[in-house]
């Protein structure tokens, strides 16, 4: 295997286990241990992705979270597919398939990159700017080619096939983060005895310290590899610890809550993969919390400082201590600090070339550049680098001094050829979790970066999150904070041997020779915003720094501004001349790195993603090749068709054989509440808008509910069973809600009523048998119920047998037939449907499903809440005025009834429509105008609620809501559809026996 | 993401309970008798406060009692929790 970047001994890969992979159809080698970055640099590949707007050949710039540029798509077999993945965070596997994005029709030869050329033409906003006008153009040309460009990956076409899961965690002390303050934090934590989480987003731990220099640092004389290994064994060992690796926390909510993604299997080769639980998502409480997230190392912002080959100084450290990489035979270095003469030392020692280390600075007193010094690097001090060259990998760098107060450069411009520029600009603590959960920053001016200064939570920041810096500092803080913030008393000695380092320098927007505009200094590597594009915004008048955000879309990317957002506040807050502290931060959202949809959902998919409810009598519905339609959660039967009849056919047929013959229709769904106490008379007095006083016991009664504000609420039968004892049905789609409602009610405004309520949806099966040959159906099927009308009319009930279990059926309509209504045990509900079918079958019964019952209903002009109604009608709309009690001293709704508003008399009212063609059948939405113009807009005075051809009227009826509609009868309206108009006629909303005679039939 | 101690229950998570809006909104005993501005005060108008605010919740998914709870908007800290009828501890 060619592995020509890779050095001949150490790091923590396993060279007895090659690998392969593929990168773009091609197959390249690594060892067991790499990630996708480091086995393409080991291979010599920096080029893996073009950027956003300008199509920029772009490299991996970091080795982890942060990465801007190394977006990789994976490609698994059976359509499976992972867009927007971090090179620098896939561990390889054998058979892993990456491929570059952002790129078309290849990553080396790009065809946006035209985009490039054009770039001063694309400046901050110009998307804003200029795809605003003409609106059609939208549609058709901007959007296919904003896409085309943006591609941001592509998103699977297919079910994903794996597994994810959640699980609930509670503990007394999370740690996040298991570098040398996260591993003291829980070595001391657990000195207590507490039950303690420690996570960490890597599979290895200790940081950064794990790839630190062994010659310079020691803890307890052991290096720091060793030291980590140590302590990760000790907490190994300890039963009070759970540790989770390859966790990453997405979100950090108020009352120490927080969600964490898990990754399992990501690493596997594919055979090992199978049947494995993908991702766990966990969602912690934890009494305590002790954020040690570290620091993310800052670029330098210079012209065209974002070529393949410029790296971040400390990545360039990990790939060759950790994977044994080197990124460069010719190296430079550019800095403001003493961190990146480690990576120097580091290479050099590894024989790696160190050609020359650019610092910003005057000088440095630390031990690590004196080394440099003495191993013959050439330091250019106050001197910067201003230029680079070489397309798809950077193979030149010009470096000029620095004037005395960094604003402009001076002198000679000096050229020095390189392959690799490796940038530090200082470290920013990561501090995206500690303001998740509400916690307020503070500026340190000297030291240039924000830090936690006041949390509301129970929790602490250790380590270099907290702005806490060096090894020594970093573990002596750990643990004296964790000790103060858990109340323990041991302490353990640390010896810490570091270098001395020298003071960090900043300057947020490296200086050029070229004039202000020329300059392409890229501030935000994966949405290619530059210095100049914040410039702009500003001049363009925007000052918060969340509209500059919003404006040049800084920060706005997948990694929301990792690496892009300190650099954007500070070359803002020297333009503006505002004191960074004063400016603020944006606002950092999460998750703090991308999740995947599958660890969000888990386990509520396909059959679980919602519970589905069914009917005793759903098997006997099933069975009978019955069509399904979903209410709320419900499967109703939506209607029965035979011998491949359309649905149209068969409704027809079922409506027909309902008034005709007889109907069976499962009501099961329908919200029943059982009411009971002294004062239920009373409480529903005040919850319907009509009298109840007065019902005699074994009556029913049809009730209308509103809302406060006048408006109508549900609806539905209401029996009164004995003297303090209800039955109310509710519509189906209301029956949790008006349950919540009423409860709400009897709480909190009328704790003097003694009424309880029991929701019994589900306790009974809901059996409505209608027709002219309905009563004779029923006195087959139940025992000991006198049927005749003078003992059990319309709108009453009775107390029943069949067989030996008691049923109570209720003499009501919903579809203006003689009718009645079983109510039995659940249990039964299908064994007395099924006596039913056989004791009607003489009669022509016939199974009907909701469609069919809407149109029944539709035929006698019954309104449905939610479809005749939409929380915006009254019952006075609804020319229900007689159910409106005058008397009533006071309901739920009725004072609204008398606001001017819902007394306007050209408010839409409830009305019937005839087609001037009684074939043409309305479309329910469709919206009526009194008079047509030649195009839209025209005054729209109302819309068709319901529409049905009647098969019993042999005409279509329809119902609708219209402005004035009252006053509108035999007036001809108008419904414009796409290619026709279609003239109507407003009628009654009654179509069909208006005296109600069928009731009695 | 609170953890909220019902009255009847004690500790609970936050996914158990639904909000009910501003508490101690008497409705009227006679509202027949109120202009349409007294009733619209009370029917629409909230005071949607950022700071400590009295608020309605019931333990849905619990008990399903409705109970009272001061809550600081600002940093969504619960102050107090109380039955319906009580007055909030100060
Ligand atoms: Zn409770």
New binding site residues.
């Given amino acids: 295997m060619s592995n020509k970047y890779r050095l001949s001994s150490g790091g923590q890969i396993n060279r007895s286990e090659t690998i392969s992979f593929k990168f773009n159809g091609k197959t390249f080698y690594g060892y067991k241990g790499d990630t996708l970055a480091s086995a393409l640099l080991a291979n010599g590949i920096h080029l893996v992705g073009r950027s956003f707007k300008y199509h920029r050949p772009r490299g991996i710039f970091t080795s982890g979270v942060e990465e801007p540029n190394a977006l990789v798509q994976i490609i698994k077999d059976q359509g499976k597919t992972d867009p927007n993945l971090r090179a620098t965070q896939i561990e390889i596997y054998e058979g892993l398939n990456a491929i570059s994005q952002n790129c078309w029709p290849s990553v080396n030869f790009d065809l946006g990159s035209i985009n490039n050329l054009f770039s001063p033409i694309i400046p901050a906003g110009f998307y804003y700017k200029t795809f605003m006008w003409p609106a059609n153009l939208w549609e058709n040309v901007y959007e296919y080619f904003i896409r085309k460009a943006a591609g941001l990956g592509k998103s699977p076409t297919k079910k994903d096939p794996d597994i994810y899961d959640h699980c609930y965690y509670h503990c007394e002390v999370l740690i996040v983060g298991a570098g040398p303050a996260g591993l003291v934090a829980a070595k001391t934590a657990l000195k207590a005895g507490k039950k303690v989480l420690l996570v960490d987003e890597r599979s290895n731990f200790g940081g950064n310290l794990n790839f630190s220099n062994n010659d310079y640092n020691k803890v307890n004389e052991l290096s720091p590899l060793e030291w980590i290994r140590k302590t990760c064994l000790e907490l190994q060992g300890n039963k009070h610890i759970k540790i989770l690796d390859r966790t990453s926390v997405a979100a950090y909510h108020n009352y120490n809550y927080l969600i964490m993604v898990q990754n399992l299997t990501d690493h596997l080769p594919d055979k090992d993969k199978k049947g494995k639980i993908r991702q766990r998502l966990w969602k912690v409480r934890a009494k305590k919390v002790i954020l040690a997230t570290g620091s993310i190392e800052r670029p330098m912002i210079f012209d065209c400082n974002d070529r393949p080959g410029i790296m971040l100084s400390s990545a360039v450290r990990k790939y060759a201590n950790t994977y044994s990489v080197k990124c460069g035979n010719n190296i430079s270095i550019f800095t403001n600090n003493d961190d990146a003469y480690e990576t120097a030392i580091t290479l050099h020692n590894k024989g790696v070339k160190v050609k020359s280390i650019i610092d910003i600075r005057e000088k440095s007193d630390g031990t690590l550049p004196k080394k440099c010094n003495v191993l013959g690097i050439k330091i250019h001090w106050k001197s910067a680098v201003i230029y680079t060259e070489g397309y798809k990998k950077i193979n030149k760098i010009y470096v000029m001094k620095l004037s005395k107060d960094n604003t402009s450069v001076v002198g000679n411009k000096l050229k020095i050829d390189c392959d690799l520029l490796c940038v530090s600009g200082g470290y920013t603590p990561a501090v995206h979790l500690f303001t998740q959960s509400g916690g307020k920053l503070d500026y340190d001016e000297k030291k240039h970066y924000f830090f936690p200064k006041k949390s509301t939570l129970s929790q602490i920041s250790v380590g270099s999150c907290n702005g806490t810096f060096g090894l020594k500092n970093i573990i002596s803080e750990a643990q004296e904070k964790t000790r103060e913030f858990l109340d323990i008393k041991e302490t353990e000695q640390f010896n810490v041997l570091e270098t001395k380092s020298g003071t960090f320098e900043n300057i947020w927007l490296i200086p050029s020779s070229k004039i202000s505009g020329k300059t392409k200094s890229f501030v935000d590597y994966q949405n290619d915003s530059t210095a100049n594009d914040i410039k702009l915004a500003l001049r363009e008048g925007f000052k918060s720094i969340e509209h500059v955000k919003r404006y040049t879309t800084t920060g706005m990317a997948t990694d929301q501004g990792k690496i892009a957002n300190m650099h954007a506040l500070g070359i803002i807050s020297e333009i503006t001349n505002t004191k960074l502290g004063e400016l603020g931060t944006t606002t950092f959202r999460p998750p703090y790195s991308p999740i995947t949809f599958g660890a969000l959902v888990g386990r509520n998919v396909g059959q679980f993603f919602d519970i589905t409810r069914k009917t005793p009598i759903h098997d006997w519905h099933e069975k009978n090749n019955a069509k399904f339609e979903d209410v709320g959660q419900w499967k109703r039967a939506w209607y029965y068709p035979s011998n491949n009849e359309s649905m149209y056919d068969a409704v027809q047929r079922e409506s027909k054989a309902a008034r005709t013959n007889a109907g069976i229709l499962d009501a099961s769904t329908l919200g029943k509440i059982d009411i009971q106490g002294r004062d239920a008379s009373e409480f529903l007095n005040r919850v319907y808008t009509n009298a109840w006083s007065k019902l005699a016991i074994g009556k029913c009664r049809y009730g209308l509910m509103l809302n406060d504000d006048g408006m109508v609420y549900d609806d539905g039968v209401t029996t009164r069973l004995s003297e303090n004892h209800y039955i109310m049905t509710t519509t189906t789609g209301g029956a949790a809600t008006v349950m919540g409602k009423l409860e709400d009610f009897l709480q909190t405004e009328w704790p003097e009523l003694k009424v309880y309520l029991t929701s019994v949806t589900d306790h009974f099966a809901t059996i409505s048998v209608c027709g002219p040959h309905s009563k004779k159906i029923l006195e087959k099927v139940t025992k000991n119920i006198d049927y005749s009308d003078s003992n059990f009319p319309h709108m009453s009930f009775k107390n029943g047998l069949i067989d030996k279990i008691n049923c109570r059926v209720m003499r009501i309509s919903f579809t203006g037939e003689l009718s009645y209504e079983i109510n039995i045990q659940a249990n039964y509900g299908q064994s007395v449907w099924a006596k039913c079918m056989v004791a009607g079958k003489e009669y022509g019964i016939t199974p009907y499903g909701t469609e069919a019952m809407h149109l029944l209903r539709a035929e006698k002009g019954f309104i449905i809440v939610g479809q005749e109604t939409d929380g915006t009608v009254t019952p006075v709309d609804l020319q229900m005025d007689w159910i409106v009690s005058k008397k009533k001293y006071d309901f739920i709704g009725k004072r609204s009834l008398y606001r001017s508003d819902t007394m306007r008399e050209d408010r839409k009212q409830y009305v019937g429509l005839l087609t001037k063609d009684p074939k043409e059948i309305l479309e329910e939405g469709a919206q009526i105008v009194a008079e047509v113009q030649n195009k839209p807009p025209m005054d729209m005075i109302g819309h068709v609620t319901s529409s049905y051809y009647s098969p019993n009227l042999n005409k279509s009826i329809a119902l609708a809501v219209v402005k004035n509609g009252k006053k509108l009868k035999g007036t001809k309206l108008y419904v414009p559809m796409p290619n026709k108009t279609i003239e109507v006629t407003v009628s009654d909303t009654i179509f069909l026996d208006k005296e109600g005679k069928r009731l009695n039939a | 993401m609170f953890i909220i101690k019902?009255?009847?229950?004690g500790e609970?998570d936050h996914s158990e309970f639904s909000y009910g809006g501003e508490a101690h909104l008497v409705r009227p005993k006679q509202p027949t008798e109120l202009s349409d501005d007294q009733w619209a005060e009370y029917l629409f108008m909230r005071k949607n406060i950022k700071g400590l605010q009295y608020e309605r919740w019931n333990?849905s998914h619990?008990?399903r009692?409705w109970f009272n709870m001061a809550r600081d908007t600002s940093n969504d800290k619960i102050h107090s929790v109380y039955k319906i009828g009580e007055k909030a501890n100060k």
């Avoid at chain 2, 019902?6 to 229950?9: S, V």
């Fill in positions: 019902c009255p009847y229950c609970r333990h619990g008990c009692r």
